[in-house]
Every structure is written in structure tokens, then in C-alpha cells.
């Protein structure tokens, strides 16, 4: 009896008991943390036991991947999605296709790495020019993180500067942007009419592809022919192209400068760059046709275009850097099936050690540290787009709830930096306006400008 009353009162009277209910949660939150740390451990094991070491493992992919890509690979257990994915080699044919593809892509930084003709280039840029308008722009920049604040850092570095202004001088002075050539005897537009073979000459100096056009005036009939040269050296005296010429011929000049520069392949038919920027140590995205530097969002939001891939390759490296540009992947991100993810990540790690083949080991290590890096930003993308997902479906409520915390969310310190230089850029350019006039020396309205016929490919 007296047995028989001690469990009665073990029993809770009110089933909905509040202090029962908290240590019932907590038992279960402790043997599913329990459970996942075993199963999380098992998993790590497996992936220790892999090929790779754990620094090559971790480049993994900072895309959450879709389930049918994911499935073959990992255990099925939820917690293991977010383990860094183990390097597969491409098997089907269409991964190899893709390698291959990829291997093609990753020489194009490499053909600018010639330091005499990168001596040559130079001679074309107006260097006093340049340097002194950075010079200016990082005196103004120094001089307001100075007005913030005894600590504060520029948002921009001299050497980024340099850049800014090497654009504003490539696309107002440099280099024209070409739909059809007009016709070289009358001037009248013309009418696209097909390829045509190209010419000794035209192959010697690295065409491969020759546009041919003609004079849209009848009794003109002139023929004009557009041979896509894809050598940057070559590119210095053509001067003319579209998005594939600008950025070709402007990554190298970067490089010229001393800039250390990606060339940034899309899936979607399209081409940019990034440098990396000393002074905030990390890439940047520049898009010299768009005159946009650091607005990685502009294809997304300001273009309105879904992106699968964005790889970078640069002379000693190759990142898949989709994140940087797709921040809200649910939204923006289109299907990216070209090849599993886990053999994407074998042919980036095989064109980095083709690349870093002949590099020393602490070059190697210092290449690595700083892709871990920029890892971890890519994977803060991740992160914030989620958070920001999250927190647009919680009612307000939620966030003046019992803490009383507020909902304004913590400021970007780098997003602040940007939009100071963003706004810096923009009073610079309404100062060189005045100086020059409202046309100044810049170039035709940019074909790729949303409001404008969208951008034709690359090639
Ligand atoms: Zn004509």
C-alpha cells in the first residue's frame, strides 16, 4: 500500500505539469544528442578513412545539396547533410565531359602569366593618370575612416583603388563594346549573316570563330568580319569585343598591375572577375562591362537571373564560388546537374594540385589558409540567407517576445564598408563628371545594362 501511494505520487496529478514536461525534454534532447554524436563520430571516421586529407576534405562544397545528388554519398541520417562531402572521381560520361570542360577553363588565367608581354601591356595604360586618381580616392577614404573613429580601417585599400580606377579608364578610354561592327565603308549597322572561315592571319593571331556581317545599306553590300580573338595581347590592339573580350583583355591588364586576379566562369553564359583585395583580404567580384565592383548580387537581384555554377580559376587556384553570387539559393540558385557535387570537388582539387604542381610547400599552405577562409565566408552566406529565410516567417511577435530583444538585425560590417565605398565611388564619379563634362570621355550605353537587350554570350 505504502509502495502503491509512492508511485501514485510519482505520477504527475496534472498531466500538463510544467516542471515534468521540461525533464522529459530534456531526457530527449539528451539521447538524440547522444545518438547524433554517435552517429556524427562514425561518419567523420568514414570520412578520415577517405583518400584526401581532412584540409583537402574541407574545400567541400559551400552549397546545401539537393537530396538526389547527396543521397548516394552520405549516410541517410539528417544530422551527417553538413558534413564536409568526401572527393569522387568523375565516373559517367557526362561528369568526364565536364571535366574536361573545366580543365579547358581553368588554362584561361594562365595564358596571361607572361611577364614580358604583361611588361608590354603596361605601356598602354596612362599609369600616372591611374595611380593619381587611386591616390585621391584613398586619401578620401582614409580621411572618413579617420572621421569615424581613431580605429576605424578604410573601406578600401590603395591597391583596390588602383583597380577602381583602371576600370574607369578601360571602359570610358579603352575598350568599346561591340554588337554588330558597323559597316567600315559607309558606317550603316549591320545585319548578322552567319560564320565564316577564319583567315591565316586571323587563325595566327588565335581566332578560331569569325563573325560575318553585312552592310544593311543596299548599294553598299560591304561585308564586315568579327573574329573573336580570345588572346589578351592580342586584345590590346583589337581593343573591342564583348563580355568575354572585356574581361579576358581586363584580367590581364589587372594582372599587368600586379593585382592577383580571377577570371569567374558562369554557367549561364556570362564572365567577370575578381581580385583579391590585400587590404580586406578577400576576393572581390569586379565587372568591368557593368562598371560593378563588390556588387557580387547584381546578376541575381539586379539581373534577375537563376545561377547553377560560378567558378573561379586563377593562376594558382580554382574555387567554386557560387555562394558569393547565389545568396539565397532557394531563390536564386537554378539546377545545378551537370556533375554530383562530391565530383565537382574532385575537379577543383585536381586542377589546384595541377596548378600548385611546381609551388613551394609554404606557398601551398598560405594558398590553403586562405581558401579556408574564404570558405567559412562563402559558408556565412549560407548562414545568413537561412537566418534571414527563418526570420521573415516568424511573426513579430516572436522577436519582442518574453527576452523583450529587438529585431533589428546586427549590421554587416563588411556590407557597411561596401556601401561607404560604394557611395564614395559614386561622389568621385559626379566630381570626374564635373570636371570632364556631363559625357566626359565614357564609353556607349552598355548593351548588358538590365533596361538594355540582355547580354549575348561570352563566345
Ligand atoms: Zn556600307
Same mark, same amino acid.
Given at each position: 500500500?505504502?509502495?502503491?501511494?509512492? &508511485?501514485?505520487?510519482?505520477?504527475?496529478?496534472?498531466?500538463?505539469?510544467?516542471?515534468?514536461?521540461?525533464?522529459?525534454?530534456?531526457?530527449?534532447?539528451? &539521447?538524440?544528442?547522444?545518438?547524433?554524436?554517435?552517429?556524427?563520430?562514425?561518419?567523420?571516421?568514414?570520412?578520415?578513412?577517405?583518400?584526401?586529407?581532412?584540409? #583537402?576534405?574541407?574545400?567541400?562544397? /559551400?552549397?546545401?545539396?539537393?537530396?538526389?545528388?547527396?543521397?548516394?554519398?552520405?549516410?541517410?541520417?539528417?544530422?551527417?547533410?553538413?558534413?564536409?562531402?568526401?572527393?569522387?572521381?568523375?565516373?559517367?560520361?557526362?561528369?568526364?565531359?565536364?571535366?574536361?570542360?573545366?580543365? !579547358?577553363?581553368?588554362?584561361?588565367?594562365?595564358?596571361? #602569366?607572361?611577364?614580358?608581354?604583361? *611588361?608590354?601591356?603596361?605601356?598602354?595604360?596612362?599609369?600616372?593618370?591611374?595611380?593619381?586618381?587611386?591616390?585621391?580616392?584613398?586619401?578620401?577614404?582614409?580621411?572618413?575612416?579617420?572621421?569615424?573613429? $581613431?580605429?576605424?580601417?578604410?573601406?578600401?585599400?590603395?591597391?583596390?583603388?588602383?583597380?577602381?580606377?583602371?576600370?574607369?579608364?578601360?571602359?570610358?578610354?579603352?575598350?568599346?563594346?561591340?554588337?554588330?561592327?558597323?559597316?567600315?565603308?559607309?558606317? !550603316?549597322? !549591320?545585319?548578322?549573316?552567319?560564320?565564316?572561315?577564319?583567315?591565316? *592571319?586571323?587563325?595566327?593571331?588565335?581566332?578560331?570563330?569569325? #563573325?560575318?556581317?553585312?552592310?544593311?545599306?543596299?548599294?553598299?553590300?560591304?561585308?564586315?568580319?568579327?573574329?573573336?580573338?580570345?588572346?589578351?595581347?592580342?586584345?590590346?590592339?583589337?581593343?573591342?569585343?564583348?563580355?568575354? %573580350?572585356?574581361?579576358?583583355?581586363?584580367?590581364?591588364?589587372?594582372?599587368?598591375?600586379?593585382?592577383?586576379?580571377?577570371?569567374?566562369?558562369?554557367?549561364?553564359?556570362?564572365?567577370?572577375? %575578381?581580385?583579391?583585395?590585400?587590404?580586406?583580404?578577400?576576393?572581390?567580384?569586379?565587372?568591368?562591362?557593368?562598371?560593378?565592383?563588390?556588387? /557580387?548580387?547584381?546578376?541575381?537581384?539586379?539581373?534577375?537571373?537563376?545561377?547553377?555554377?560560378?567558378?573561379?580559376?586563377?593562376?594558382?587556384?580554382?574555387?567554386?564560388?557560387?555562394?558569393?553570387?547565389?545568396?539565397?539559393?532557394?531563390?536564386?540558385?537554378?539546377?545545378?546537374?551537370?556533375?554530383?557535387? $562530391?565530383?565537382?570537388?574532385? &575537379?577543383?582539387? %585536381?586542377?589546384?594540385?595541377?596548378?600548385?604542381?611546381?609551388?613551394?610547400?609554404?606557398?601551398?599552405?598560405?594558398? #590553403?589558409?586562405?581558401?579556408?577562409? %574564404?570558405?567559412?565566408?562563402?559558408?556565412?552566406?549560407?548562414?545568413?540567407?537561412?537566418?534571414?529565410?527563418?526570420?521573415?516567417?516568424?511573426?513579430?511577435?516572436?522577436?519582442?517576445?518574453?527576452?523583450?530583444?529587438?529585431?533589428? /538585425?546586427?549590421?554587416?560590417?563588411?556590407?557597411?564598408?561596401?556601401?561607404?565605398?560604394?557611395?564614395?565611388?559614386?561622389?568621385?564619379?559626379?566630381?570626374?563628371?564635373?570636371?570632364?563634362?556631363?559625357?566626359?570621355?565614357?564609353?556607349?550605353?552598355?548593351?548588358?545594362?538590365?533596361?538594355?537587350?540582355?547580354?549575348?554570350? $561570352?563566345?
Amino acid at each position: 500500500m505504502a509502495e502503491r501511494l509512492s &508511485i501514485r505520487s510519482r505520477v504527475p496529478q496534472n498531466p500538463l505539469d510544467e516542471v515534468k514536461c521540461q525533464q522529459l525534454t530534456d531526457q530527449f534532447r539528451q &539521447i538524440l544528442s547522444t545518438k547524433r554524436m554517435n552517429s556524427l563520430s562514425t561518419g567523420i571516421s568514414i570520412s578520415r578513412s577517405g583518400s584526401r586529407s581532412s584540409r #583537402e576534405r574541407d574545400y567541400g562544397s /559551400p552549397l546545401p545539396l539537393p537530396l538526389s545528388s547527396a543521397g548516394n554519398d552520405l549516410p541517410a541520417y539528417n544530422s551527417l547533410r553538413n558534413i564536409p562531402l568526401i572527393p569522387k572521381a568523375p565516373q559517367d560520361a557526362r561528369s568526364i565531359r565536364f571535366r574536361s570542360m573545366l580543365h !579547358t577553363l581553368a588554362n584561361m588565367p594562365c595564358k596571361w #602569366e607572361n611577364p614580358g608581354l604583361l *611588361d608590354e601591356a603596361l605601356r598602354v595604360v596612362p599609369l600616372e593618370r591611374i595611380y593619381n586618381e587611386a591616390q585621391e580616392e584613398c586619401d578620401v577614404l582614409n580621411a572618413e575612416a579617420a572621421s569615424l573613429g $581613431p580605429n576605424k580601417k578604410a573601406a578600401w585599400g590603395y591597391q583596390d583603388c588602383v583597380i577602381r580606377a583602371l576600370m574607369r579608364w578601360f571602359k570610358s578610354s579603352f575598350f568599346s563594346w561591340v554588337n554588330n561592327p558597323p559597316c567600315s565603308t559607309c558606317g !550603316t549597322p !549591320t545585319i548578322g549573316v552567319g560564320m565564316a572561315a577564319p583567315t591565316p *592571319d586571323e587563325q595566327a593571331r588565335g581566332a578560331t570563330q569569325v #563573325e560575318l556581317y553585312k552592310c544593311s545599306f543596299e548599294g553598299c553590300g560591304q561585308y564586315e568580319r568579327f573574329p573573336r580573338y580570345n588572346d589578351a595581347f592580342v586584345l590590346l590592339e583589337t581593343r573591342k569585343g564583348r563580355v568575354g %573580350e572585356w574581361a579576358n583583355c581586363f584580367g590581364m591588364l589587372c594582372r599587368a598591375m600586379g593585382t592577383r586576379v580571377r577570371w569567374i566562369w558562369n554557367s549561364e553564359d556570362h564572365v567577370w572577375l %575578381e581580385i583579391y583585395s590585400l587590404h580586406r583580404r578577400k576576393w572581390v567580384s569586379v565587372d568591368v562591362c557593368e562598371q560593378a565592383w563588390d556588387k /557580387p548580387k547584381l546578376y541575381t537581384e539586379g539581373w534577375q537571373r537563376k545561377l547553377a555554377y560560378c567558378i573561379g580559376f586563377s593562376a594558382d587556384g580554382a574555387m567554386d564560388v557560387t555562394r558569393r553570387y547565389v545568396r539565397n539559393f532557394s531563390r536564386w540558385g537554378a539546377d545545378r546537374s551537370r556533375t554530383p557535387e $562530391p565530383v565537382l570537388l574532385y &575537379i577543383l582539387d %585536381e586542377i589546384r594540385a595541377t596548378k600548385r604542381r611546381d609551388m613551394s610547400k609554404q606557398d601551398k599552405f598560405r594558398l #590553403e589558409g586562405e581558401e579556408m577562409r %574564404e570558405y567559412r565566408e562563402l559558408q556565412g552566406y549560407v548562414a545568413s540567407a537561412i537566418a534571414a529565410e527563418v526570420c521573415k516567417s516568424l511573426p513579430d511577435s516572436f522577436f519582442k517576445g518574453q527576452s523583450g530583444h529587438n529585431r533589428s /538585425p546586427r549590421p554587416d560590417p563588411d556590407a557597411q564598408k561596401a556601401a561607404e565605398a560604394r557611395q564614395n565611388s559614386a561622389q568621385a564619379d559626379v566630381d570626374r563628371t564635373r570636371i570632364r563634362g556631363p559625357n566626359g570621355a565614357r564609353g556607349a550605353p552598355n548593351p548588358q545594362h538590365p533596361q538594355n537587350p540582355p547580354p549575348p554570350p $561570352p563566345r
